[in-house]
């Protein structure tokens, strides 16, 4: 079992900078492939950053290509998600999900485990 908490969401304007950070519990956390995903308004849930276990490899969607950036620390048991250059667009909830397998995925039904989630909101 994996709990995962997200924080650092909030209120910022275009182009400014957001970090956010996803705390899991349990002691395999280095076990887990993580990805970031979000969901706006009337729209589904989408594939935001994946990283593998090591954090050798990261994927990211086309519309965060260079302005996101996914890391981890394995040793404190966290992702993050740098967000620079933030668009309106960008606004939804921010989730980060981990999955076991270690197949770094952008499928949202390959993670097992999912946090609440965290707002965030670009204004122009």
């Known amino acids: 079992q994996v709990q995962l908490v997200e924080s650092g969401g909030g209120l910022v304007q275009a182009g400014g900078s957001l970090r956010l950070s996803c705390a899991a519990s349990?002691?395999?956390?280095?076990?887990?492939?993580m990805g970031w995903f979000r969901q706006a308004p009337g729209k589904e849930r989408e594939f935001v950053a994946a990283?593998?276990?090591?954090?050798?490899?990261?994927y990211y969607a086309d519309s965060v290509k260079g302005r996101f950036t996914i890391s981890r620390d394995n040793a404190k048991n966290t992702v993050f998600l740098q967000m620079n250059s933030l668009k309106p667009e960008d606004t939804a909830v921010y989730y980060c999900?981990?999955?076991?397998?270690?197949?770094?995925?952008?499928?949202?039904?390959?993670?097992?485990?999912w946090g609440q989630g965290t707002q965030v909101t670009v204004s122009s």
């Open positions: 349990g002691r395999t956390f280095s076990s887990y492939t």
């Open positions: 990283i593998s276990r090591r954090g050798y490899n990261t």
């Open positions: 999900a981990a999955d076991y397998s270690g197949v770094v995925t952008t499928n949202s039904y390959e993670y097992d485990y």
